[in-house]
């Protein structure tokens, strides 16, 4: 494994097979039957609606694929070359994507709910696990053997683990949300590790003395740092969406409403990155909903799933939100350039369109996004 990373950043591997996670068009999928499935999202076809094909696949016959549902499916930050999966057979797996074998494998004592690789690190190769027990584990992929896994973890968890995310603006900066109500921010260069509880009360005193020091009133199973990495976003089974100044730990008090969450599991939800107002999209039953992240205001709903969505992510390079559901489908969403009149806002309610799967959707009237207006002129025009 150390061989393998040193070849890439010292040049030895050919740059022209691989490039930058976020730039690419490629997608990564991880199923509930242990399968991993490699798509390339190019629309050859030039059509508004299209159907992407799935490249390769780490099917039921491969002798490494995972035995049960797979959680968690990153790229390796810096190109596509790498990639890693987490699985219930607790198992935390490196991929050579060319060869679609494993370069390394870490085996874990308990099921493994998420992992995150740092998308800002130069310093570290260290991936972050939560699992069924109480502590946070890194692994360091430069060290290429399982027994290099941190074990010196951060004991300060009562519960089980369901989420984890480095922060997109210090390498060193993790969270971690637990089912024991609470979220904390560590700093791992440091021997004590933890920095902030966050506190929903921001340290006043609580009528309930069980939702002291606790972030939700339930089981936290999301996070999510905004782009620029000064907020925290996290999600309860309290039914309840929280945004925290990762900095101070405030609990900004932004009123989402009722943020329904039914996810017995780790619910993975995404921001926006590159627009004008910032958006939160949610896995809301069988749709998605569509928040501003500092307003609290809910925008829209999703609709195109037949069944509850697990997972959304966003593609800031491409401003493109994908979305995948216990229907079996992974559906591309993207900004609509034209909106429904008044009268059809019952066939087509949302601002955001599937340019996957409808494309039989019936053809309406509609008038051009008011957000899209090109406010420029050119220079023949001005004659």
């Given at each position: 494994m150390l061989g393998f990373l040193s070849a890439r950043q010292a040049g030895l591997e050919d740059p022209r097979r691989f490039r930058r996670a976020e730039s690419t068009r490629s997608m990564l999928s991880g199923g509930s039957d242990g399968v991993i499935v490699l798509y390339d999202l190019e629309n050859s076809s030039r059509q508004p609606y299209y159907t992407c094909k799935a490249v390769c696949s780490v099917g039921r016959n491969h002798p490494d694929v995972h035995k049960?549902?797979?959680?968690?499916?990153?790229?390796?930050p810096h190109d596509t070359g790498m990639?890693?999966?987490?699985?219930?057979?607790?198992?935390?797996k490196v991929w050579d994507t060319n060869t679609l074998q494993t370069a390394d494998?870490?085996?874990?004592?308990?099921?493994?709910?998420?992992?995150?690789?740092?998308?800002?690190?130069?310093?570290?190769?260290?991936?972050?696990?939560?699992?069924?027990?109480?502590?946070?584990?890194?692994?360091?992929?430069?060290s290429g053997s399982c027994s290099h896994i941190l074990q010196v973890v951060f004991a300060g968890h009562?519960?089980?683990?369901?989420?984890?995310?480095?922060?997109?603006?210090?390498?060193?900066?993790?969270?971690?949300?637990?089912?024991?109500?609470?979220?904390?921010?560590?700093?791992?260069?440091r021997a004590s590790g933890c920095l902030i509880t966050l506190d929903q009360n921001n340290g006043e005193k609580s009528q309930a003395a069980e939702s002291a020091n606790t972030a939700h009133n339930g089981k936290v199973n999301g996070l999510c740092f905004t782009s620029d990495g000064l907020h925290l976003l996290t999600v309860g089974t309290d039914n309840r969406m929280r945004l925290w100044n990762s900095s101070s730990g405030e609990n900004t008090l932004v009123n989402y409403g009722k943020v329904c969450n039914n996810s017995k599991k780790g619910l993975k939800f995404t921001v926006s990155c590159g627009c004008s107002s910032e958006f939160v999209f949610v896995p809301y039953g069988s749709t998605i909903a569509v928040y501003t992240v500092y307003s609290g205001e809910q925008i829209t709903m999703l609709k195109g799933h037949y069944k509850s969505v697990d997972c959304c992510v966003f593609q800031s390079n491409f401003q493109e939100l994908y979305?995948?559901?216990?229907?079996?489908?992974?559906?591309?969403?993207?900004?609509?350039?034209?909106?429904?009149?008044p009268e059809e806002d019952e066939l087509i309610p949302e601002s955001y369109r599937?340019?996957?799967?409808n494309s039989s959707m019936t053809k309406t009237k509609s008038r051009l996004n008011p957000a899209f207006e090109d406010a420029w002129s050119s220079s023949d025009e001005e004659g």
């Amino acid at each position: 494994m150390l061989g393998f990373l040193s070849a890439r950043q010292a040049g030895l591997e050919d740059p022209r097979r691989f490039r930058r996670a976020e730039s690419t068009r490629s997608m990564l999928s991880g199923g509930s039957d242990g399968v991993i499935v490699l798509y390339d999202l190019e629309n050859s076809s030039r059509q508004p609606y299209y159907t992407c094909k799935a490249v390769c696949s780490v099917g039921r016959n491969h002798p490494d694929v995972h035995k049960y549902s797979v959680e968690t499916v990153q790229w390796y930050p810096h190109d596509t070359g790498m990639f890693t999966s987490s699985s219930f057979d607790k198992t935390l797996k490196v991929w050579d994507t060319n060869t679609l074998q494993t370069a390394d494998v870490f085996n874990f004592e308990e099921t493994v709910y998420s992992h995150h690789m740092s998308p800002v690190a130069t310093k570290h190769c260290l991936v972050a696990v939560g699992t069924r027990g109480p502590k946070v584990q890194l692994c360091d992929l430069k060290s290429g053997s399982c027994s290099h896994i941190l074990q010196v973890v951060f004991a300060g968890h009562k519960q089980e683990i369901l989420a984890v995310s480095w922060s997109p603006r210090y390498d060193h900066i993790l969270a971690t949300a637990s089912a024991d109500s609470r979220v904390k921010l560590w700093d791992v260069r440091r021997a004590s590790g933890c920095l902030i509880t966050l506190d929903q009360n921001n340290g006043e005193k609580s009528q309930a003395a069980e939702s002291a020091n606790t972030a939700h009133n339930g089981k936290v199973n999301g996070l999510c740092f905004t782009s620029d990495g000064l907020h925290l976003l996290t999600v309860g089974t309290d039914n309840r969406m929280r945004l925290w100044n990762s900095s101070s730990g405030e609990n900004t008090l932004v009123n989402y409403g009722k943020v329904c969450n039914n996810s017995k599991k780790g619910l993975k939800f995404t921001v926006s990155c590159g627009c004008s107002s910032e958006f939160v999209f949610v896995p809301y039953g069988s749709t998605i909903a569509v928040y501003t992240v500092y307003s609290g205001e809910q925008i829209t709903m999703l609709k195109g799933h037949y069944k509850s969505v697990d997972c959304c992510v966003f593609q800031s390079n491409f401003q493109e939100l994908y979305s995948g559901s216990r229907d079996c489908n992974i559906l591309a969403w993207v900004p609509s350039l034209y909106e429904p009149l008044p009268e059809e806002d019952e066939l087509i309610p949302e601002s955001y369109r599937n340019t996957l799967s409808n494309s039989s959707m019936t053809k309406t009237k509609s008038r051009l996004n008011p957000a899209f207006e090109d406010a420029w002129s050119s220079s023949d025009e001005e004659g």
